[in-house]
């Protein structure tokens, strides 16, 4: 006979601990995570000037990602360095609050990717600057380089030509759809997403957020996305299915993420007796049984 103690005598195992929630927040960079936008920073480079009219009205006809090779090809005709290029990306600051903001979700257990139509060269400078590099898992943006004649060279993340909402060479939308598939492949789901966002093309990946994610458009007229929000409801009937949560710095973002985090571990909390519950009924049944089959 096992000396063992019988199934009457031990208690139902305690319950685990909450889990930390798993979600999501998506930046995108210009006037999002850094005050300014870096394809405007450095158009008047060493001392170039304004850039020629007939340079700037390409800006309007081409796809940015081309108007933008065009701005680098002036440069280097104008003999603007790698160096021109670093430095004034290395007087870009943060929009205030951000730095607080992309640490505490990390913090708070979340996992953080970039979505921007900027470029590989000047996120990552940025990025390591500031110190933040480590905190996004993934960042997403059209590739660039400088060549060994110092010429910086960029090109599209991805050819689009579904999605009407947003450029040829990158829909965000589909970037953040395509990065939670990935993510839920690998046995990653998360309980919420939030987009954070002030551009015209951080419309379609807000439109895409489900009912229990967080939509960020960042506040005040002199941002796009607040028009194109308004565009998509009055003329096409798109609303947004997510909270909307209107921002003025990276806090107020932190704020809202970590007051619906508070509202999830309390469902968490208040559904933890019930399944205690459950789980003793259960324990008990399954003794009985035992105890009157061993009759
Ligand atoms: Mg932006």
């Not at 031990?10 to 936008?37: G, M």
């Not at 999830?264 to 009985?288: A, L, N, V």
Request: with cysteine; proline share 6%; net charge neutral.
């Amino acid at each position: 006979m096992s000396s063992s103690p019988s199934p009457s005598s031990s208690p139902p195992p305690p319950p685990p601990p909450p889990k930390k929630v798993r979600f999501l927040v998506a930046f995108d960079f210009d006037h999002t995570l850094i005050d300014e936008n870096t394809d405007v920073a450095v158009q008047e480079l060493g001392g170039s000037g304004p850039l020629p009219d007939s340079l700037k009205a390409q800006a309007k006809k081409k796809v940015w990602t081309d108007f933008m090779q065009a701005v680098f090809d002036h440069h280097h005709e104008r003999k603007v360095t790698e160096d021109d290029y670093l430095r004034r990306l290395d007087a870009i600051a943060l929009t205030d609050g951000m730095e607080e903001c992309v640490r505490g979700i990390r913090e708070e257990g979340g996992e953080e990717i970039i979505i921007s139509d900027s470029n590989s060269v000047f996120i990552a400078r940025i990025l390591e600057r500031t110190g933040l590099s480590g905190h996004f898992r993934r960042v997403f943006t059209n590739p660039a380089e400088f060549r060994p004649d110092g010429r910086l060279s960029i090109s599209y993340f991805h050819q689009n030509d579904d999605c009407q909402l947003s450029g040829r060479n990158l829909c965000k939308g589909r970037v953040l759809e395509d990065y939670l598939r990935e993510r839920s492949r690998q046995g990653v789901d998360f309980s919420f997403v939030g987009y954070a966002g002030d551009g015209r093309n951080d419309l379609c990946p807000m439109l895409r957020l489900g009912e229990a994610d967080l939509a960020f458009p960042k506040a005040g007229d002199r941002y796009s996305i607040n028009a194109a929000l308004r565009h998509a409801e009055e003329e096409h009937g798109r609303k947004l299915r997510a909270e909307r949560c209107d921002w003025k710095d990276g806090r107020n973002i932190l704020e809202k993420i970590r007051e619906k985090l508070a509202g999830q571990r309390r469902r968490q909390q208040q559904q933890q007796p019930q399944k205690q519950q459950q789980e003793k009924q259960q324990h008990t049944k399954k003794h009985s049984s035992h105890s009157h089959n061993s009759q």
